[in-house]
């Protein structure tokens, strides 16, 4: 594969989730309930999937979700931060969201969605551990974190719907270029 190829396709792919990326921009804070209906878990299991050098499978999808958290808590707060309290369960439930993404080796229908439920799994388990232990509405103990985990599953169901429509739109939409523009597929694509 040239390099020129290379440069192509990767431009494509980083293009495709900073648009994802920015369009968590979109004020649902009147839907309070919608919240978790982000790209953010369909940008990490797209660039795990995508991206040959996984370096950059982690760098694109997580520092676009650096970058919007950071006009998120300006535009939203009024506040210039670089990290938010919980930030750090955050960003290792989403670099495991690129691993589970690096995972699909075949883009269809069924392992983006397994993909899609897994990275709601991974999310609703490590990031509910932040306000179970520095939290003060839920006991130190197993019960108080499955207590935890039960009172976050309205927040999870938004995010599910947002890795499927999300997944949609980047998977389809790359593999509908794919199939237009040769110059898009690896090597390994088009020899079959």
Do not use: C
């Amino acid at each position: 594969m040239s390099l020129q190829k290379i440069n192509l396709r990767n431009s494509i792919l980083i293009l495709m989730i900073v648009i994802a990326g920015a369009s968590r921009l979109i004020n649902f804070t009147h839907l309070n309930s919608w919240s978790n209906f982000t790209p953010v878990g369909a940008m990490a299991l797209f660039g795990g999937a995508y991206f040959s050098d996984k370096w950059k499978a982690f760098l694109v999808p997580l520092f676009a979700l650096f970058i919007s958290d950071i006009a998120l808590d300006y535009l939203y707060f009024g506040k210039f931060m670089l990290f938010y309290s919980g930030a750090l369960p955050v960003y290792i439930a989403f670099a495991i969201m690129v691993l589970i993404g690096t995972r699909i080796k075949n883009v269809n229908l069924t392992n983006v969605a397994l993909g899609s439920l897994a990275a709601v799994l991974v999310h609703w388990l490590i990031t509910d551990i932040d306000p179970w232990l520095q939290g003060t509405m839920y006991a130190k103990s197993f019960y108080g974190y499955g207590e935890s985990l039960i009172a976050a599953i309205p927040f999870e169901k938004p995010m599910l719907l947002g890795n499927i429509v999300y997944g949609a739109i980047l998977f389809g939409g790359f593999e509908l270029a794919k199939s237009r523009f040769a110059v898009l597929r690896t090597s390994k694509e088009v020899a079959v």
